[in-house]
């Protein structure tokens, strides 16, 4: 019986994909087995031929085809002057940021909203102090800022439960100022996502406060002065 055109180009399509899958298969068993907690998000094949790119919710790790090597850096493109990983990384940041609920981030923005940032921080750190009084002037510019909780202190520390008495004032915008100018308020709880945001700030590689990300899931060098990160925005 003879094969129509069509049916043998799409059976050497479907012959050609097959080691792509099976890699990918191989390198996913290979992982699950040495690391059995680690939850893997995509695998696909990076722009070198023979290493597969893994993408660990925000992280980014390379394996070799069959599984056996695991690589960790950045791959940069040095003819295109791009730093491949850090444009992976950026984009899973970006689905993560805008995943969260309205509801859970306290905002401070402008009439005319040009650019938004998102924004780890602790209310008592001193650069989290100085970013917040110079909230006019962000505003001034067009940039929106939605705050994120991340108290260092670490979940059950003093900080930690200021922080939750601010997601669980009535009047969130004015509980912040109060917080971040050294107030103390009252005890107060209810359902509230401070442990959920320093979680994830940790997963999306804050390391200290203020944790600043475009909405576009760039990364910028922590507190930056108005007309600074304005420019830091612009550039990413």
Avoid at 11 to 27: G, H, R
Avoid at 96 to 101: F, P, T, Y
Avoid at 138 to 150: D, S
Avoid at 202 to 226: E, H, K, M, W
């Amino acid at each position: 019986m003879r094969l129509s055109l069509s049916v043998v180009f799409f059976l050497c399509l479907q012959t050609i994909a097959l080691p792509a899958v099976a890699s990918e298969d191989v390198i996913r068993a290979s992982i699950n087995k040495t690391f059995p907690d680690l939850d893997i998000t995509r695998i696909k094949k990076s722009q070198i031929n023979g290493l597969y790119e893994i993408l660990l919710g925000p992280d980014l790790i390379y394996a070799s085809a069959d599984g056996r090597y695991i690589l960790q850096g950045d791959l940069i493109d040095l003819e295109q002057r791009r730093n491949l990983s850090e444009e992976q990384r950026a984009h899973a940041r970006k689905n993560l940021l805008g995943d969260i609920s309205a509801d859970d981030y306290i905002e401070f923005a402008p009439a005319q909203r040009k650019h938004t940032v998102y924004v780890f921080t602790d209310i008592d750190c001193g650069f989290c102090k100085r970013l917040h009084r110079d909230m006019p002037e962000l505003n001034k510019r067009g940039i929106a800022v939605r705050y994120l909780a991340f108290p260092r202190a670490g979940i059950g520390s003093q900080t930690y439960r200021q922080m939750e008495a601010v997601w669980c004032a009535e009047n969130r915008h004015k509980a912040m100022n109060e917080a971040i100018q050294g107030m103390r308020l009252g005890k107060k709880t209810c359902k509230n996502p401070v442990a959920s945001q320093f979680a994830l700030g940790q997963d999306i590689g804050v390391r200290g406060t203020p944790g600043i990300f475009t909405a576009q899931g760039r990364s910028l060098p922590g507190y930056l002065p108005p007309d600074k990160l304005l420019r830091a925005i612009k550039t990413q």
